[in-house]
T-cell receptor, first 114, second 117 residues
Framework: AQSVTQLGSHVSVSEGALVLLRCNYS??????LFWYVQYPNQGLQLLLK??????LVKGINGFEAEFKKSETSFHLTKPSAHMSDAAEYFC????????????FGAGTTVTVRA | NAGVTQTPKFQVLKTGQSMTLQCAQD?????MSWYRQDPGMGLRLIHY???????DQGEVPNGYNVSRSTTEDFPLRLLSAAPSQTSVYFC????????????????FGSGTRLTVV
């Protein structure tokens, strides 16, 4: 079974500062990894995904994440925060093959200070 | 646009009442799933289906029933609602580019916010 741990339930950053959201996973096999974003009162939207093509993955809205197998991590970063980045972010993991089940982390809420 | 449609968006139930949350997808994928979202707990899998006539339990199945008579529809039933079932419910299915051997995550419905009083 796989599980996902997101370090920090709340992150507060200044506008223009680096956004760093941490995600660690446990998996018996190399996984599929995802980051989703949820804006207030909305559904979840895919930010980016790792499916073994490249360890550094670029997503939408300037976000990127790096898969580090040795650290079992998939941290999400954005060099310069914008007010519109205020949202809740979820890391999720699935095994390879035809297992479509996703396990989600508890989520990290990002607030951006002007 | 291909996607997942959930109804209703909001619902208030009294304890003991029953209801069905509807979910329909037009992406023609065999896999569909229901999650509940609670503060500080992320999304937890309730039930999932790998095709018409095939369903299975997820992490938190108690109090919920599902069926899958067609590829498109995957309703979630609460037989006797309890306050602990107050939550936001999401239906999800892989998008068209996630067909075959690749898995590219889910397309989510917009959610159903359920309050049980």
């Amino acid at each position: 079974a796989q599980s996902v741990t997101q370090l920090g339930s709340h992150v507060s950053v200044s506008e223009g500062a680096l956004v760093l959201l941490r995600c660690n996973y446990s998996s018996s096999v190399p996984p599929y990894l995802f980051w989703y974003v949820q804006y207030p009162n909305q559904g979840l939207q895919l930010l980016l995904k790792y499916t073994s093509a490249a360890t550094l993955v670029k997503g939408i809205n300037g976000f990127e994440a790096e898969f580090k197998k040795s650290e079992t991590s998939f941290h999400l970063t954005k060099p310069s925060a914008h007010m519109s980045d205020a949202a809740e972010y979820f890391c999720a993991v699935s095994r390879r093959s035809n297992d479509y089940k996703l396990s989600f982390g508890a989520g990290t809420t990002v607030t951006v200070r002007a | 646009n291909a996607g997942v449609t959930q109804t209703p968006k909001f619902q208030v139930l009294k304890t003991g009442q029953s209801m069905t949350l509807q979910c329909a997808q037009d992406m023609n994928h065999e896999y569909m799933s229901w999650y509940r979202q609670d503060p500080g707990m992320g999304l937890r899998l309730i039930h999932y289906s790998v095709g018409a006539g095939i369903t299975d339990q997820g992490e938190v199945p108690n109090g919920y029933n599902v069926s899958r008579s067609t590829t498109e529809d995957f309703p979630l039933r609460l037989l006797s609602a309890a306050p602990s079932q107050t939550s936001v419910y999401f239906c999800a299915s892989p998008p068209p580019e996630g067909q075959g051997t690749a898995f590219y995550g889910y397309t989510f419905g917009s959610g159903t916010r359920l309050t049980v009083v």
